[in-house]
């Protein structure tokens, strides 16, 4: 698996702005992952976006990969309260079912 | 419901006993995995297995054991041996354990408190 280190460590915005995080990792992936942990609990599947692909949506939020830079931003739009949260990333290598790596994550506070 | 769970909630164990942390999965997964994280920290891995029977030791696995002897379970031990027990401790499990990586489904944790 692939470490990924997130930016910046913490994000406070009002409700209805947008929130834009950063992800880097060192070496090539195949395929890399957002994940979303809410205080005190379990992390929850937000998006994978393949090495090919350089964009992909899924309701308000929108990932972008650029493998030439090695990093990966999530953009959340028009949030809400219930989006304060911590946001993960984690590259994978093809035989990628080694578990993986997390940076300490992105706090995002959303202020009602 | 399908789903991963982990019992319990919250475990309070005294320094010197060993402990076992349980982790179920009805979604007929082949890999599970064992983190642990610590305030203001991300997750680091400590055990994984792609298969019954099989599991690897992950980044940090000094101190821990595991068992897969089914395959929608994956206990994890925390032994004395291990310095610093106390932290919040996540289950996960994958579709499959070889090839090209997939979303992980994670249970709600365990937080364990030795003192």
């Known amino acids: 698996s692939q470490q990924g280190e997130e930016d910046p460590q913490a994000l406070s915005i009002q409700e209805g702005e947008n929130a834009t995080m950063n992800c880097s990792y060192k070496?090539?992936?195949?395929?890399l992952q957002w994940y979303r942990q809410n205080s005190g609990r379990g992390l929850v599947h937000l998006i994978l976006?393949?090495?090919?692909?350089r964009e992909k949506h899924s309701g308000r939020l929108r990932v972008t990969l650029d493998t030439s830079k090695k990093s990966s931003s999530l953009l959340i739009t028009a949030s809400r309260a219930a989006d304060t949260a911590s946001y993960f990333c984690?590259?994978?290598?093809?035989?990628?079912?080694?578990?993986?790596?997390f940076g300490k994550g992105t706090h995002l506070i959303i202020q009602p | 419901d399908g789903g991963i769970t982990q019992s319990p909630k919250y475990l309070f164990r005294k320094e010197g006993q060993n402990v076992t942390l349980s982790c179920e999965q009805n979604?007929?997964?082949?890999?599970m995995y064992w983190y642990r994280q610590d305030p203001g920290q991300g997750l680091r891995l400590i055990y994984y297995?792609?298969?019954?029977?099989?599991?690897q030791k992950g980044d940090i696995a000094e101190g821990y054991s595991v068992s897969r002897e089914k395959k929608e379970s994956f206990p994890l031990t925390v032994t004395s041996a291990q310095k610093n027990p106390t932290a919040f401790y996540l289950c996960?499990?994958?579709?499959?354990?070889?090839?090209?990586?997939?979303?992980?489904?994670f249970g709600p944790g365990t937080r364990l408190t030795v003192t």
């Open positions: 979604l007929n997964h082949d890999a």
């Open positions: 984690a590259g994978t290598t093809f035989w990628g079912a080694d578990g993986l790596t």
């Open positions: 976006i393949r090495s090919n692909e």
């Open positions: 070496t090539s992936i195949n395929n």
């Open positions: 297995s792609q298969i019954v029977n099989d599991f």
């Open positions: 996960a499990s994958s579709i499959s354990g070889t090839g090209a990586a997939y979303e992980q489904y």
